[in-house]
C-alpha cells in the first residue's frame, strides 16, 4: 500500500458546489496531516494543517478520521479560482522524528462557469 | 511577505552539462529541502538539511547529485552530469522544525 492514495480526479464540478476529497494513508502513527494546494506550473501551497479531528478555514474543511486511516477536505460554494491539484500530506514512515513528507500525486479539481 | 527564492527559474541544457541549482530559505527556518516533481512521479524528496546538516538525501541518484547548504541562507543542488531523465521541475522548501513547509518558485529543468 502507498504511504499516501489519492483519487487523481478530475473533479468536474460547477460553480458554487460542495465537493470533498479522500486521502488514505499507512502510517497510523502520523499525528499531523496538511493539504497542498498546487496551480498548474506552480509550487505547492499550504492550505491547511490538521493537528485533531479536523480544522475549519472558511469554505474549507479538513476532517481526519484515524480508525480508518483517511482525511478528507471539503470545499464550499466552490469558485472559479479554486480549479487546482489538491496534495494531501502525511510525515513519511522514516522520517517522523525528522519532519519529512510524503505527498500524495494530488487529486484536480476543474470548477466550470 | 517572506519567501523561499531559487534560481534560475529556467535552465536548458545539453546532456553531460553540469547544472546548478540554488535556493535560499526564509530567513529564520533551519529546514530546507529538495524535491523534484515529474508528471510520472509526483514530488519526490531529494534531501533534507536541519541547521544546514544533511539528514536524509536516500531520494537522491548518489552518482551525479549532491546537495549542500554552504551557509544558512543558501542552499545547492548539483547534477553532474546531466542526464534527459533529469529534466523535472526542482522544487527548494523551508520550514521551521514544524512539519508545514514553504516552497519556491522551483526551477524548470530541461537537459537535451
Known amino acids: 500500500r502507498k504511504e499516501v492514495e489519492q483519487d487523481p480526479g478530475p473533479f468536474n464540478v460547477p460553480e458554487g458546489a460542495t465537493v470533498a476529497f479522500n486521502c488514505t494513508y499507512s502510517?497510523?502513527?502520523?499525528?499531523?496531516f496538511f493539504w497542498y494546494r498546487q496551480d498548474c506550473r506552480k509550487e505547492p501551497k499550504l492550505l491547511m494543517s490538521?493537528?485533531?479531528s479536523g480544522n475549519e478555514d472558511g469554505r474549507f474543511t479538513a476532517q481526519l478520521n484515524r480508525a480508518s486511516q483517511y482525511i478528507s477536505l471539503l470545499i464550499r460554494d466552490s469558485k472559479l479560482s479554486d480549479s487546482a491539484t489538491y496534495l494531501c500530506v502525511v510525515p513519511s514512515l522514516m522520517d517522523m522524528g525528522r519532519r519529512a513528507l510524503t505527498f500524495g500525486s494530488g487529486t484536480r479539481l476543474q470548477v466550470q462557469p | 511577505d517572506a519567501r523561499v527564492t531559487q534560481t534560475p527559474r529556467h535552465k536548458v541544457t545539453e546532456m553531460g552539462q553540469e547544472v546548478t541549482m540554488r535556493c535560499q530559505p526564509i530567513?529564520?527556518?533551519?529546514?530546507v529541502f529538495w524535491y523534484r516533481q515529474t508528471m510520472m512521479q509526483g514530488l519526490e524528496l531529494l534531501a533534507y538539511f536541519r541547521n544546514r546538516a544533511p539528514l536524509d538525501d536516500s531520494g537522491m541518484p548518489k552518482d551525479r547529485f549532491s546537495a549542500e547548504m554552504p551557509d544558512a541562507t543558501l542552499a545547492t543542488l548539483k547534477i553532474q552530469p546531466s542526464e534527459p531523465r533529469d529534466s523535472a521541475v526542482y522544487f527548494c522548501?523551508?520550514?521551521?522544525?514544524?512539519?508545514?513547509?514553504?516552497f519556491g518558485p522551483g526551477t524548470r529543468l530541461t537537459v537535451t
Open positions: 522548501a523551508s520550514g521551521r522544525d514544524r512539519p508545514e513547509q514553504y
Open positions: 490538521v493537528y485533531s
Open positions: 530567513l529564520g527556518h533551519n529546514t
Open positions: 502510517n497510523s502513527a502520523s499525528q499531523s
